[in-house]
């Protein structure tokens, strides 16, 4: 039969798909217009977009750079722009940017009265110390978050909380090398002890003998030391820290303090120890139950109180210390949710091989623990970050704080937006890059399981 | 593992300053430095200039002090305070001077436990309205919306005032004159009211000043001074007399510029004591014998403080009033220097 | 062939208390519980001796001491003649109120960013992408000032709204005036006898109030309160609070089951009017709280020689509203619960949602008309908008701030919450022909609310605790009254910060406390 004329026997082309399905026509119908509630939503907000962008575009790039004065910008921008126009006045940020950075930490603490650009004889270069500082953060942060880096660099890690606030205050070189030593005789305490006296009265002396040595002998071998071989850098007293240098000074040494903390706060709350669980959880709770910024006026108004007359530690010194333990509190719950992660396996495989529970947990469990942690260790402190912003409350001048002094300046009297945007602007870029961090992270973990 | 960091520190900052509640004099020439609390900024009074260094009307008392117990005048450490921190600041020592407008009153005095030793501004609270509301007296004010500065006495008297005169209100509290200022002139309050120094140095900015008018009324005293602790009368003298050397060299003359020729010895013997050439006032206050020529070389005498930070040629523009001299009709009136 | 021996009883030795397993977790805690006394102690000792150099004594008596500051928004009769104590508990008020709205809005726009973020829409979820990055990645007390600034900076000042060339309007057919000070919004107010001649509203409502214990003025001027003819003093009023909340709450901790039990007959019932530990707990709370008010010299609106300071008042118009309102809901859900069962056993849904609107709104309709419900709207006078209820500025700005910054947090919990939900199950509902809004409401959110619950109650905490930057913009919470202008004016630090701590402390125990029950109630029932 010659029926077969009916079927085809070769391949048609390929067809290009219909041009509403394909390019941007196609992306758009799927994307933008797929129903009429969609197409209606979509072009409400691209009308709202551009509502706004066209009040704060104008304003944010038609504006002045360079003024001396708000008045001055003001002029500048009604010869520019015409007399309607409302522009920037972003000469306040080219004025005062060094101070927004660094607040009055001097630029060579060689000669605390010396101005920027006018260095001493001998002077390292400006603001050598806090950028040497955020430097050495960044290097000792770096093989935690990113472990493709040679694992020699945790070195660095494991000296920066002693060298960090040794390079901010300055002072003698024998100060954080003391802190150091305590460790060693803590090490050195147990490595001794423990097989004399049994492993309890190991861990006992190791940690009691650190803290006389901190207490009672550092000083003293700190000022020893540093009359035979003299190796100091200038001091700079902590209220000169201000802008943002103390919110990311702040931030970090609470983080930093709070990671051992936390942990100890995580383990008691796990443990079987009625009145030791009963006293972390008390202490988490009651942390996490009130604001930050009680915690604040605590340390502004009451810590003084509660220590012995006659000590006192400088208003920075005490925000360091509550908002340590405030953030302790935080990380005691992430580590805790770190812990809760690991398979119980883990736990039980480390009592089969009879290992008793410090070693379990110094040995197994903790490095798995605070690996799963990471991503809540970033995202504590992002948050601890922000509310850095809150020491303003209590006079110290931080970025938010220094807003009100460059107000108060005749010059600025009168300035508000671009102080409140450019503040805005540089916390969004460390926030968003950590919080991205944090994410990539998050998916790496998910993966790799 | 990293708990030192935090005891690392402890060593490395802590400041033992023991026995702060006595001899305070001692404690600063030993740290070198004299810890003076100040606003976090008010125009005029204490901010920051660009590189950090501050300025103004209460910072010159800093600087005063400093100098005559040092000889330095740049020996100062300024710890800005707010409403709330100033007190327990001074309380616990963690400063030595608190020069930071704050009003004498008797509970500051007497129950809070604080010594003011002298009055370097006399205030008032005033109040201002925008020209156009056509108000003329404070007692028109009946249902305004009043911006107030939280965390002074303002707050107390305007209540006081207003409950005086049986007309009603709606407060709006606001933390520093900056905030109040954007808020008074966007109209969100009709009435701006605190010291009245405060009002003519915040109008002196206006883009406009003539379109706002300053009230008759003043309803309160507001005799702003530095203060110090109760119990350590020495360094209360030291301060005391700082003031009263910078209020008397106005009255005899002295200022930074003739001072070096002064100082050479005048045939004014209250001059000669005031500048250390006669007599042994600075050796009775523990200090060298030209602390009075130092705290006033630190920035001149009250009068060039004055101009230089507050007055008629500033862009607060404030006029001495009250605080002119005894002999010009005001009420500055040093005790003599004998 | 072993022979099984009992090891030799061991006499107790004091070595044992460090080497045996049995005793030493017992030691260790004995001697941390110890070391924790020690060092409160320590502390304790260290104040008392600080304070005494200071020559400061610790006292609450300040609180009952006249405040002498106005606050703007009150929830209940102030004054500045008012105590600190008073001004206190307005600023609870204060804060309770932010929290609540908060929270409130935050959760709604954080369900709807976070459903919206998931869209097919490109510019709606990356434009919900950027609102959440935005806000998540800049502090709150920046968005606080900014909100309060473009408060004062954008809507028209008063005084635009007058004259005959008004540049501005009262909006919503004259309802609601949008000004720089703050929204003005009909004001819902019972009774026909609080107009005055003028038309002006009258300060001092006259509804139906009553109250416990009585106010009185000594000889020396001040006030004292007594109830049932006691005197109350301060400290008793103190004490009274502080033992009678303990003692309900561990009674009802340790016996709320047996009570609850014993009340019902001694038998599992399943009446919806039985009593559970939950309604005891609710019972106990409210009893507390009257006998705290009673205790605070709550008396019967009266005003002694110009004193009326210490009397808290309590609607009764405002309190049959809630009361028929609660009841009328209860009917409602008891109606949709029976066309529950019948849908179940015949597979129809009767139609019912006309009978529980009706149960809900009519007797309402009614309990108001006869309870002479009007508004007052907006009215410029003098200088400021008169009548109608005031939302201020302050309000406003934290309000908009706290919410639009957690729901950024709320957002990325519901949409892991919403990923977290196999894609099965939508698929399943899509299979049964649900439309996508169906499938979002009643198959994805209900199992996604397991997830998000958790972390919600955090945020809601946080919200909580943020609303103490109020004093950025000058709101008047409990940081704004206690914790501000009476400690600023009193100068007593110790007290005031303790006690403020412990304020938000209970606020935000109450609040996880009431959160994990919700939480309990809403998890998957494992039988």
């Known amino acids: 039969m010659s029926d077969i004329s009916f079927v085809r026997t070769d391949m048609l082309p390929e067809q290009e798909p219909p041009a509403t399905t394909v390019g941007f026509v196609g992306w758009a119908r799927a994307n933008l217009f797929s129903s009429p509630l969609n197409a209606i939503l979509s072009i409400l907000s691209i009308v709202a977009v551009l509502f706004v962008l066209s009040v704060i575009l104008p304003w944010a790039f038609m504006s002045s750079w360079n003024a001396t004065s708000l008045t001055d910008c003001r002029e500048q921008i009604a010869a520019a722009y015409g007399p309607d126009h409302h522009g920037a006045c972003w000469a306040v940020i080219k004025d005062r940017w060094v101070q927004l950075v660094f607040g009055f930490y001097p630029p060579y603490p060689i000669d605390g009265t010396a101005h920027l650009g006018s260095p001493p004889e001998g002077a390292w270069p400006a603001y050598f110390r806090p950028i040497a500082t955020f430097v050495l953060i960044l290097t000792a942060v770096a093989p935690v978050l990113f472990d493709k880096l040679p694992r020699k660099m945790l070195l660095i890690t494991a000296v920066f909380p002693f060298l960090m606030p040794w390079m901010m205050w300055g002072g003698t070189f024998w100060n954080p090398v003391g802190a150091m030593l305590g460790f060693g005789i803590g090490y050195l305490a147990y490595r001794f002890i423990a097989p004399i006296a049994g492993s309890l009265a190991g861990v006992i002396a190791a940690a009691l003998l650190p803290i006389i040595w901190w207490l009672f002998l550092m000083g003293g071998f700190a000022s020893t030391m540093q009359s035979i071989i003299a190796l100091d850098i200038p001091t700079v007293n902590s209220r000169k820290f201000g802008g943002f240098t103390v919110s990311i000074f702040i931030g970090v040494v609470a983080i930093v303090g709070s990671l051992p903390l936390g942990i100890i706060l995580a383990l008691g709350r796990q443990s079987d120890l009625l009145i030791v669980k009963a006293l972390c959880v008390g202490f988490i709770e009651f942390i996490r139950g009130v604001p930050l910024i009680t915690l604040l006026f605590v340390a502004s108004t009451l810590l003084n109180i509660f220590l012995p007359p006659g000590t006192e530690f400088d208003i920075i010194l005490r925000v360091l210390i509550m908002v340590t333990l405030f953030a302790s509190a935080y990380m005691a719950e992430v580590v805790r949710g770190g812990l809760a992660a690991l398979p119980r396996g883990q736990y039980e495989a480390a009592d089969a091989l009879g290992l008793d529970y410090w070693k379990a947990q110094r040995l197994i469990i903790m490095p798995q623990a605070l690996k799963i942690s990471i991503p809540g260790i970033v995202s504590t402190f992002i948050g601890i970050f922000k509310d850095t912003t809150l020491v303003s409350i209590i006079a110290i001048l931080d970025p938010l704080g220094l807003t009100a002094g460059i107000r108060a300046n005749a010059q600025w009297n009168g300035i508000y937006w671009e102080l409140f945007a450019f503040i805005a602007f540089v916390f969004f870029i460390f926030c968003f890059s950590m919080s991205r961090y944090s994410m990539y992270l998050e998916r790496k973990l998910k993966t790799s399981h | ?338 | ?527």
């Open chain 3, 1 to 527: 062939m072993t022979v099984m021996t009992d090891p030799p009883k061991e006499s107790f030795r004091l070595s044992m208390l460090i080497y045996d397993t049995r005793y030493r977790s017992i030691t260790i805690q004995v001697v941390a519980l110890l070391g924790f006394a020690a060092f409160f102690g320590w502390l304790i000792w260290n104040t008392s001796n600080n304070l005494a150099a200071l020559g400061k004594e610790p006292s609450f008596r300040f609180l009952w001491e006249p405040a002498g500051y106005d606050i703007n928004q009150r929830l209940l009769d102030y004054n500045s003649q008012s105590p600190h104590i008073r001004a206190a508990v307005i600023g609870v008020l204060n804060t309770l109120v932010i929290a609540v709205l908060g929270c409130i809005t935050a959760t709604i726009i954080g369900v709807l960013v976070g459903v919206l973020r998931l869209s097919k829409n490109w510019v709606i979820s990356r434009l919900m992408g950027v609102y959440v990055e935005t806000f998540r990645n800049v502090p709150v007390l920046l968005w606080i000032v900014l909100a309060m600034a473009i408060m004062i900076e954008i809507p028209p000042a008063p005084k635009e709204f007058r004259g005959d060339n008004a540049t501005a309007s009262v909006s919503l057919f004259g309802t609601v005036a949008v000004t720089n000070r703050g929204v003005y919004v009909p004001d819902p107010n019972f009774g026909s006898d609080r107009i005055g001649e003028d038309g002006t509203r009258l300060d001092e409502p006259t509804g139906w109030r009553v109250g416990l214990g009585d106010v009185d003025v000594n000889s020396s001027g001040m006030a004292t309160y007594s109830f049932l003819g006691f005197e109350i003093t301060p400290t008793l009023q103190f004490w009274a609070v502080i033992v009678s909340a303990l003692i309900a709450s561990v009674i009802v901790k340790i016996f709320g089951g047996d009570i609850a039990r014993s009340l019902n007959g001694g038998q599992e019932t399943t009446s919806p009017f039985r009593v559970t530990p939950g309604r005891l707990m609710l019972a106990v709370l409210l009893i507390a709280i009257i006998v705290l008010w009673s205790l605070m010299g709550m008396g019967i609106s009266r005003e002694v020689d110009g004193v009326s300071g210490g009397v808290f008042q309590i609607s009764l118009d405002f309190l049959l509203v809630v009361a028929v309102l609660l009841v009328s809901l209860n009917i409602s859900k008891r109606i949709k619960n029976r066309a529950d069962d019948i849908q179940e056993k015949s597979g129809v849904r009767p139609t019912v949602w006309y009978i529980r609107l009706a149960v809900v709104v009519l007797p309402m309709a009614i309990l108001l008309w006869a309870l002479g419900l009007y508004f007052t709207y907006p009215e410029l006078k003098g200088f400021n908008f008169k009548n109608g209820l005031h939302l201020r500025n302050s309000l406003i700005a934290l309000w908009l701030a706290l919410s639009l910054y957690t729901a950024a947090f709320i957002a990325e919990i519901v949409r892991s919450g919403i990923m977290a939900i196999s894609k099965g199950q939508s698929e399943a509902a899509n299979a049964l022909g649900l439309s996508s809004g169906r499938t979002m409401r009643l198959i994805v959110l209900p199992q996604a609310l397991r997830v998000i619950i958790p972390p919600m109650i955090s945020n809601y905490l946080n919200l909580t605790k943020n609303s103490s930057l109020a004093i950025a913009v000058g709101y008047f919470d409990i940081t704004g009254t206690l914790m501000g202008v009476t400690l600023n004016q009193t100068g007593r630090e110790l007290e005031t910060v303790l006690l403020g701590m412990l304020i938000y402390l209970t606020i935000s125990l109450s609040i996880s406390m009431a959160m994990n029950w919700y939480n309990e109630s809403v998890k998957l029932k494992e039988r």
């Open chain 2, 1 to 338: 593992m990293k708990k030192s960091v935090f005891l690392g520190a402890l060593t490395v900052a802590s400041i033992a300053a023991g026995g702060a509640f006595a001899g305070t004099l001692d404690d600063v020439k030993a740290r070198g430095k004299l810890n003076c609390g100040v606003t976090t900024g008010l125009v005029g009074f204490a901010a920051p200039d660009a590189n950090g260094e501050w300025e103004g009307f209460d910072v010159g008392v800093c600087r005063a002090v400093a100098a005559a117990v040092l000889g330095d005048a740049t020996a100062v450490e300024f710890v800005p305070t707010t409403g709330k921190t100033r007190f327990t600041a001074l309380a616990s020592g963690e400063i030595d001077l608190l020069a930071r407008n704050t009003t004498w009153t008797f509970s500051r005095d007497v129950d809070l436990k604080f010594e003011f030793v002298g009055v370097n501004y006399y205030d008032g609270q005033g109040f201002m309205v925008p020209t156009n509301l056509g108000v003329t007296s404070a007692k028109d004010l009946d249902g305004a919306t009043v911006c107030i500065q939280t965390g002074t006495t303002t707050e107390l008297n305007l209540a006081d005032f207003f409950r005086a005169n049986s007309i009603s209100y709606e407060p709006v509290p606001i933390e520093t004159n900056a905030e109040a200022q954007q808020q008074y002139l966007a109209g969100a309050c009709d009435v701006y009211t605190t010291d009245a120094s405060g009002l003519a140095a915040t109008r002196a900015t206006f883009e406009a000043p003539d379109e706002h008018v300053l009230l008759p009324e003043i309803i309160s005293k507001e005799p702003l001074g530095p203060l110090v602790r109760h119990g350590d009368n020495e360094w209360g003298d030291v301060v005391r007399w700082t003031l009263n050397a910078l209020i008397t060299a106005e009255e005899l003359g002295v200022t930074s510029a003739n001072i070096a020729e002064m100082a050479a010895g005048s045939n004014n013997p209250e001059i000669n004591r005031l500048l250390g050439t006669e007599g042994s006032l600075g050796e009775m206050l523990g200090l060298s014998a030209d602390w009075g020529k130092n705290a006033l070389e630190a920035g001149g005498n009250y009068a060039e403080l004055f101009e230089k930070n507050i007055g008629e040629n500033t862009p607060i523009a404030l006029s001495r009033g009250l605080n002119a001299q005894w002999t010009d009709g005001g009420l500055l009136y040093s005790p003599p220097f004998r």
